[in-house]
């Protein structure tokens, strides 16, 4: 049995092909997701342990963190991978719409990495990788909440690295360009994904990174070479 690896929004997109790449390298994935019957035909399809997980419910976190605690004993990675989107004119965005973005993609990653970061301490080993988006890198119209979210998450990374690398624990970020999910129809936005990396080739560098024990891997960005046209 591999090492066992946390991804949460696993059920589709970049988090179900990590889950895939990850089972292919020897590791363990765990698959979690806020939806409790895609998590179990994913995890059913893929024969891995799944758990409905909704990262915006701190209460959500606590408690399915402490039962895979529990259930498989100690977690040698975390990849945050869950996330949403927002686009349009700031002043158009309802105040629901708002704290729900900052509570998935902010609070959310925050909440599950202390959740899962103290048991890696106790041991001096593990990896967290949060998925951060090019959207933490430059400012643009149209994406503030959304970019707020992830500059949050950016600042949080960088501090979360340097402050745990001496314990033995990696905490690093992943900083994509597009990719082919349905994370913008999902979110009610148009947008041409024919120049957009895979989910597969995203996963692929995630995964590199986990593999290299000996590097933190700061800020690590990357978009298919098509979307540069």
Known sequence: MGQNIVVTGATSGLGLALVERLLASGFQPVLTGRNGDKVARAAADLGVPGYQMDVADAGSIQRVSAQIIADLGPIDGLINNAGIWLEGDFDTYSAEQIQRVIDTNTTGTILTTHAFLPEMLNRRSGTIINTVSTGALYCRKLIS???AS???IRGFTGCMEVECAPKGV????FYPGKI???MYDTAG???ELDVAMSSQQGADMVVTMLQDKGMVWSQV???AITDYI
């Not at 990696?170 to 970020?173: N, Q, S, T």
């Open 145 to 147: 909440v959304y970019s």
């Open 180 to 182: 082919a999910t349905s």
């Open 221 to 223: 960005t990357g978009r």
């Open 170 to 173: 990696r905490v690093m970020g």
């Open 189 to 191: 936005v148009t947008r």
């Open 150 to 152: 992830k500059w949050a």
